[in-house]
């Protein structure tokens, strides 16, 4: 037993790659993981499962992520990035026709439709999954927020909230939709969203 006056065990984070094969490595490792946990969720996937999935050895997985709870801590940042992502390119789109913007903003959430399953099965197997889910809204309305004002500056603050909770809803039914089955209803939501927006900001 360790005496009172030891140092206190620190646990390891994930290992930050800095040249970029180790950068390509800890990425096939990254979706190997969201891969692995949309599929059979966080529980019941394994370690040995994912470097399987990413073809990679065992120990290079736990060079770069020494727990299971190091790999989700990391799938999330990556899912926080990803947003920033999809938004930083909606930005940098925001002088299009208002039928292009609505696009963007509804397929922007889509593209992640894979990784949010991911995600899904992590909140639901932490504690503090309510906390976590109130902290992805409330980061995702920030950005429909600063992106509607980016593009329409005369909206006013609580213009563009009410807006974004609207938008919001509609980018997790499109999130939500299968391609394939849901084509008619995916043709409704975007004429709508594309209505909507039509009717609140200058083309």
């Not at 039928?99 to 922007?108: R, T």
Request: charged residues 25%.
């Amino acid at each position: 037993m360790a005496s009172s006056g030891s140092a206190p065990v620190r646990t390891r984070t994930a290992l930050e790659p800095q040249r970029r094969p180790g950068k390509l490595r800890v990425a096939a490792l990254l979706q190997a993981g969201a891969d692995v946990i949309a599929e059979r969720g966080f529980e019941a996937a394994t370690m040995a499962e994912i470097a399987a999935r990413a073809a990679a050895p065992i120990g290079s997985l736990y060079r770069f992520f020494p727990s299971k709870d190091a790999l989700a801590d990391a799938l999330m940042r990556r899912y926080s990035e990803l947003i920033s992502g999809a938004f930083a390119t909606i930005d940098g789109r925001r002088s299009s026709t208002t039928e292009a913007f609505a696009d963007a903003l509804l397929d922007g959430l889509a593209a992640l439709r894979g990784e949010t399953k991911a995600i899904v099965a992590l909140l639901d197997s932490r504690p503090d999954a309510n906390a976590l889910r109130d902290e992805f809204h409330d980061g995702m309305l920030r950005n429909i927020i600063r992106t509607l004002q980016l593009r329409e500056t005369r909206l006013s603050a609580g213009e563009a909230e009410d807006m974004a909770v609207i938008l919001l809803q509609n980018m997790k039914a499109m999130k939500s939709l299968d391609p394939e089955r849901d084509a008619g209803v995916i043709a409704e939501l975007r004429a709508m969203t594309r209505l909507y927006l039509a009717s609140k900001l200058s083309d």
